[in-house]
């Protein structure tokens, strides 16, 4: 079993900058691919970011590339999203989720069977 926690949501202006973390539990890690989805109210959980087990494969969203940075730090357990020139547009609740570890896409919902509980993240214009 593995658990995910998120931290780092919040209340921020546009233009400004928030770091989400989110912490995981068990061995493996390292081995798999992790990734950050947010869903706005009344939309769908959309895929944000990915990065593979070593650090080298990142994907992002073409709505977020240049602006948000994922990194992970398998000694801690953790994955991190630096969000920065947030956009009223980014408001939603953010989720990390594992890769199932195999041919499942990495920027689909259905290929992640681990899921944080979320962290709001809200950006006012």
């Known amino acids: 079993q593995v658990q995910l926690v998120e931290s780092g949501g919040g209340l921020v202006q546009a233009g400004g900058s928030l770091r989400l973390s989110c912490a995981a539990s068990?061995?493996?890690?390292?081995?798999?691919?992790m990734g950050w989805f947010r869903q706005a109210p009344g939309k769908e959980r959309e895929f944000v970011a990915s990065?593979?087990?070593?650090?080298?494969?990142?994907y992002y969203a073409d709505s977020v590339r240049g602006r948000f940075t994922i990194s992970r730090d398998n000694a801690k357990n953790t994955v991190y999203l630096q969000m920065n020139s947030l956009k009223a547009e980014d408001t939603a609740v953010y989720y990390c989720?594992?890769?199932?570890?195999?041919?499942?896409?990495?920027?689909?919902?259905?290929?992640?069977?681990?899921w944080g509980q979320g962290t709001q993240v809200t950006v006012s214009s």
């Open positions: 989720a594992k890769h199932r570890g195999d041919s499942m896409s990495y920027s689909s919902p259905t290929g992640y069977n681990y």
């Open positions: 068990g061995r493996t890690f390292s081995v798999f691919t």
């Open positions: 990065i593979s087990g070593r650090g080298p494969n990142k």
